[in-house]
């Protein structure tokens, strides 16, 4: 039987990567088979990809390169991992997808939803996630939460305008896709958000 996709969306900070880890964990404790990957990225091309995408000034690149060097990742990453291991019948647990282009570069890097979703199309086909956590949290919350973990950063660096922009845009999103978008308040805490998640699997997929 074909896997399960599930990805994990949102701002900066919002718990993205703190909650794949936990449902990651979660599902190998039913026995489950879980490939654990993440956006830009997945594969090593991928991964050489988001080196250039997130390090240096927030104007290395304009949205419309961004755009581009994600998707060419993208299309690696949905080839290469993701549809032969759904294939096989594993869950495949991805922090950030194709909302996130929406969300960047469609929205608060104002290219539009159109071009995104018709470069989508064109890369991926109807590869998409089953369900899709959108931690929501406010711009500047979720900002002071990344920048107390560190790490490479050209997107936090954005500005804060970009910032609310982005998760009006994710909200925007999660308006447009009710049945597949889960909308958590991810200011909750981190037993409380991964509640919600719980309960989601229980529903969906009787977990
Ligand atoms: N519910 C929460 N309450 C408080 N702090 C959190 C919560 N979820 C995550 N954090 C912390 O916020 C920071 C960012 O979390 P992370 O999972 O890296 O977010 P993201 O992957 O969405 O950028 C980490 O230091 C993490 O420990
Ligand atoms: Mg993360």
Redesign the pocket.
Known sequence: MRGKFIT?E????????????RLAGHLRSKGLDVLETREPGGTPQGESLRDLLVQGDPDRWSALSELLLITAARVEHVNRLIEPALAAGKWVIC?RFADSTLAYQGIAGDLGLDLVEQLQHLAVGVTGPDVTFL?D?RAEA?LQ??E??G?AARFEKKGATFHQTLRDGFLALANEAPHRIVLID????????WGQIEAELGRRFKL
Not at 186 to 193: K, L, M, Q, S, Y
């Open positions: 994990f949102g701002g900066e900070g919002g718990g993205k990567s703190t909650q794949a880890a922090d931690l949290v979720g939460r990344a107390k973990r790490g991810g200011e909750d805490t981190f037993d409380n958000v």
